[in-house]
């Protein structure tokens, strides 16, 4: 009688443990990963690259696995995830939208760049057209050649981990400027608590931004961000949107402990349109103050354009 309970309770837990290791191969799409080749680390998540003659990925993955420990003990949670390092010319066959070299995060997958990214190369040709004044504000931080891909991958490959996240648990969001800004919050709660010697390469280049103006942003409103998001916008207004929320998650994170992630993601995970209908402007304003705090729900509210 004993023997025969010991047999089914350790059915039980292998059909347990069976379950759970189903749902974590089914969380990454493991369809972009034919062709590359898996780099032998100490990190618990894999890694893969287009091409393992490249050498530029030793620092980003420490910063990935220290974001890692940071988020996980945060959310309670051990986040499983692969992370790819792709070169420009075959990121359309492993990445989930271009341009080359552009970070990006989905169904369980880090995608960076494995050399430099075109969005560096074209936003650094247009700095080096301006005054040298401009250029004082970068050199400093990303070298005397502006290498931005010390923001656009070292910094940003953080924000993307941080989707991550929030995806595991749903992805359709009430509105994806709030998506984006769980994101940059926790990036920014990350490299501002954890990774101190990376602040200024994180936050250098989106004062630059701000500072520069919107003549580059031909659309403004939260209204155009949701309709148009990611491919209905030129690289330089995306951008815009992004640095306007980056505004708005450092002076939220500057004056908030990381209790205002949490209420966020579980904001974002609870209303899920793949769970509730969609909210008026004034309902989400509403709710995101009563369930996550007013400084988030007055982002919305105090949007310069309307």
């Not at 290791?21 to 034919?34: N, R």
């Not at 040709?125 to 040298?132: D, G, N």
């Not at 910094?155 to 509105?175: D, M």
């Amino acid at each position: 009688m004993k023997k025969s309970i010991l047999t089914n309770l350790i059915a039980i837990l292998l059909c347990f443990l069976s379950t759970q290791l189903q749902g974590q191969e089914s969380w990454i799409d493991t369809s972009i990963h034919s062709g590359l080749i898996e780099l032998k680390t100490e990190y618990t998540f894999k890694t893969l690259v287009s091409n393992d003659s490249i050498k530029t990925t030793a620092e980003t993955l420490k910063n990935l696995y220290k974001a890692k420990l940071y988020f996980d003990k945060i959310f309670q949670t051990d986040l499983d995830f692969a992370v790819l390092f792709i070169e420009n010319r075959k990121w359309n066959k492993h990445a989930y939208f271009p341009p080359p070299g552009l970070p990006q995060a989905g169904k369980g997958n880090v995608i960076l760049g494995l050399d430099k990214s075109i969005v560096s190369l074209e936003v650094e040709k247009m700095i080096f057209q301006l005054p040298e004044q401009y250029l004082a504000l970068l050199k400093p931080v990303y070298g005397e050649n502006i290498n931005l891909d010390l923001f656009y991958r070292e910094t940003l490959s953080i924000h993307e981990l941080a989707h991550l996240y929030h995806f595991k648990e749903g992805t359709k969001p009430q509105r994806k400027w709030l998506q984006e800004l769980f994101a940059t919050l926790s990036m920014y709660s990350f490299i501002k608590d954890k990774a101190n010697p990376s602040y200024q390469l994180m936050n250098a280049y989106p004062e630059f931004v701000i500072q520069s103006g919107d003549r580059m942003a031909e659309f403004k409103t939260l209204k155009d961000f949701e309709e148009k998001y990611v491919q209905k916008l030129t690289p330089q207004n995306y951008e815009w949107y992004q640095m306007q929320l980056y505004r708005n998650a450092k002076l939220i994170l500057d004056s908030n402990k990381t209790e205002i992630l949490i209420k966020l993601r579980d904001f974002l995970i609870n209303t899920d349109l793949s769970k509730t209908r969609a909210f008026s402007n004034s309902e989400l304003t509403t709710r995101l103050e009563k369930e996550v705090g007013k400084e988030i729900a007055d982002i919305l509210t105090n949007w310069k354009y309307k």
